[in-house]
Nanobody, 127 residues
């Protein structure tokens, strides 16, 4: 079983910064893309940022220029550096791993469904 564990959420004042981390575990062989999504109360889950195994990145329009995604493939960990936080960034942030391959005895298998999700970490931006 592949598990994603997020950390780093909390309460921060507007203009402040937070860094989220998400570590994947479970005899992992490789992970295609990793990313962050968020869901605010009463709203749909939306893309925050995604990074490929090769390091290509993409961001949601509302966070461009303020958030930076990075990953450490050796540690199967993805990070989200969030700067200049705004009240509208308040949400539960979910880590995502797409197309995770893992060791199952001598074989390499892929997770099904192809997306694995963390349990979420709450980010609250308020004065």
């Amino acid at each position: 079983q592949v598990q994603l564990v997020e950390s780093g959420g909390g309460l921060v004042q507007p203009g402040g910064s937070l860094r989220l981390s998400c570590a994947a575990s479970g005899n992992i062989f490789s992970i295609n893309a990793m990313g962050w999504y968020r869901q605010a109360p009463g709203k749909q889950r939306e893309l925050v940022a995604v990074i490929s195994s090769g390091g290509s990145t993409d961001y949601g329009d509302s966070v461009k220029g303020r958030f930076t995604i990075s990953r450490d493939n050796a540690k199967n960990t993805v990070y989200l550096q969030m700067n200049d936080l705004r009240p509208e960034d308040t949400a539960i942030y979910y880590c995502n791993a797409n197309k995770v391959s893992y060791w199952s005895g001598p074989l390499v298998r892929q997770t099904y469904p192809s997306d694995a999700w963390g349990q979420g970490t709450l980010v609250t931006v308020s004065s």
